[in-house]
């Protein structure tokens, strides 16, 4: 196993997990975890982690959570929870209000986002993303450290393993007086499982 989205080779974790075996539609859907990241001196780690999907009133709008609570030799630990709330515009268009939130005993405040996006698919292997986003933090007060818009375009480039991302993006930062920054993300991305979500596009 290793985790969701590593930045080097010192993120990486190996380990086991157990997996859930609920419906999470009808109740919490709930994994236990535990292992080492990979870096010297080994770092070990344990994980707990649990989602449920509901469906409002039988409704087009579906609330997905998601939480995690870790435990790291270094660096303590950490809890995070996702909130999810979104629809189908129409057949090409899904519509998201997503909401973050994450506690870390190193940094020992609470990080927030807000995000407001429309995913618009274009084929079978290209996909667009327009968000608006929020960064925030709260220890004595609140205090919002970014809001940006940003335009995504994802593209599968190989046989669904294989992700190119270009996504440029304007920033309003608080550590320059919200003085306007441009940014531009590109990444490339090789999933080597056996099934892919198509949902993460």
Do not use: C
């Amino acid at each position: 196993m290793t985790d969701d989205r590593v930045d080097s080779i010192r993120d990486v974790l190996v380990g086991l997990r157990t997996m859930g075996e609920g419906d999470r539609t009808r109740e919490w859907n709930t994994e236990l975890g535990g292992g080492v990241k990979l870096r010297l001196p080994l770092e070990t780690y344990a994980r707990v982690t649990s989602e449920r999907l509901w469906t409002l009133d039988d409704g087009p709008w579906q609330l997905h959570s998601d939480n995690r609570f870790s435990w790291f030799n270094d660096d303590g630990y950490s809890a995070r929870t996702r909130w999810d709330l979104g629809r189908s515009v129409d057949e090409k268009r899904h519509l998201r209000f997503i909401s973050n939130m994450q506690w870390r005993e190193t940094e020992d405040t609470l990080e927030f986002s807000q995000t407001a996006e429309l995913n618009q698919r274009i084929n079978s292997r290209s996909v667009l993303r327009y968000s608006a986003v929020v960064l925030g933090e709260s220890l004595s007060h609140t205090t919002i450290e970014d809001s940006y818009l940003q335009l995504r375009f994802r593209r599968d480039i190989h046989k669904g393993f294989t992700f190119l991302d270009v996504a440029p993006a304007l920033h309003f930062p608080r550590a320059v007086d919200r003085e306007p920054r441009w940014a531009l993300t590109l990444r490339v991305e090789m999933y080597f499982r056996r099934f892919i979500d198509r949902v993460t596009l």
